[in-house]
């Protein structure tokens, strides 16, 4: 569904330039959870906005389903570490957005929003304001947001990367929920390696910047997955130990700069 083809991305500020991604190449098929690691800086958040078409390849070519990228994907939904909610409107209104933007009938609406907030748990509170939410409650809402307008993918920025332990983990818990049901095509960056082999069925491992593949851990543990036990399992910890001494060194030498 998505293709890499030998894709670099180089940024230039005051005349110097910056290599984020070089000679990256990487598959995505439909409905697939990939998720990907990496250092900090080595281009994570670069290849989601190539996906989106926000940003063009140096060189190489991003493909979505075998047509090159070359403006604004509008088949995607990005999330982002902040929620991005409009403080001024209510659960239902920030989920609203979208749709009014499209121009859906006002009776559709509801119904989306409706079938959305039960979806992700907010059933009750579709009155309240940004600022009288959870955090976690808050990431529910974007998340609903993204939803309503039914984009076949889900690009997501280290979505939970904010949260304290215990609400990521519900947070994983919702989103794998709603993958089970709906089989979006996801790509999930995180810095979280039991967070990318908990969810992921493939964790792609990228080297310091410039970001290459450095290699990629399949994660065979079976679905559906219980995120509360799924680091129990007999086969959790080789899949972290082999995914870790794919990024050890390129994290460790980052360290030492």
Known sequence: MINFENVSKVFQKNGELFPAVESFSLSIARGEFCAIVGPSGCGKSTLLNLVSGLARPTKGTVTYQGQPITSVLTDVGYITQK?????????????????????????????????????????????HFPRELSGGMRKRVALARTLAYD?????????????DAQLKMVMQRELLKIWEATRKTVIFITHDLSEAITLADRAVVMTSRPGRVKGVTIINLPRPRDVFQVRFQANFGTLFQSTWSLLEEDVLKGEQI
């Open 151 to 163: 984009p076949k993918v889900l690009l997501m920025d280290e979505p939970f990367g904010a949260l």
């Open 83 to 127: 929620d991005n909610l409009l403080p001024w409107r209510t659960v239902e209104g920030n989920i609203w957005l979208p749709l009014e933007i499209r121009g859906d009938r006002a009776r559709d609406r509801n119904q989306t929003v409706r079938r959305l907030v039960e979806l992700v748990g907010l059933k009750g509170f579709e009155k």
